[in-house]
């Protein structure tokens, strides 16, 4: 597994960011199954920052918590089965990884949604990565029957990891 962390602004986590991210994505690809290893790219930035690319990629000009880029096209959720036929599109040729996308979070929201929901940084910035990377595996909360699995996987994810709101 190749993690690329870029950390772009000044805003410290007073976390080890780096391992709690890297068990948080494991315990994702374990939890759907991904039978492959795989390359991912995240980026922590600051509210400015995530605001422009944002209004660039969604056309909302807000701040948010977290962006999630999948560079995996799947015909439902989680469904690996048909990546290996189109192996230039979804796999670094150098190291045979998969290729599963970008996650771009917010710092400050990290920290700010930690105390308005009364957790630990170390619980949002887990939840967020959890969450992004369910999108990255083409999961969607547009629908309610959507969000619930989503929610459901998030949560599974995060206890298994001993990662509570508490």
Avoid: W
């Avoid at 918590?65 to 036929?85: A, N, Q, R």
């Amino acid at each position: 597994m190749t993690l690329n962390f870029e950390y772009e602004t000044e805003i410290k986590l007073d976390l080890d960011y780096e391992a709690l991210i890297e068990k948080v994505v494991e315990e994702a690809l374990d939890a759907e199954g991904c039978p492959y290893e795989i390359e991912l790219n995240i980026i922590l930035t600051d509210n400015k920052e995530i605001q422009a690319i944002n209004k660039e990629y969604r056309e909302v000009d807000a701040p948010t918590d977290v962006l999630s880029f999948p560079l995996v096209d799947y015909s439902s959720p989680s469904d690996f089965s048909h990546l290996e036929e189109a192996a230039d599109d979804y796999f670094n040729p150098e190291t045979g990884e998969l290729l599963l996308g970008d996650i771009i979070l917010s710092v400050e929201k990290v920290m700010g949604q930690a105390v308005e929901y009364g957790h630990s940084e170390e619980r949002e910035l887990g939840f967020l990565i959890a969450h992004s990377m369910l999108h990255l595996f083409g999961y969607d909360h547009m629908e309610e029957k959507e969000r619930a699995v989503m929610e459901e996987k998030q949560k599974m994810i995060l206890d298994s990891l001993g990662i509570t709101r508490n």
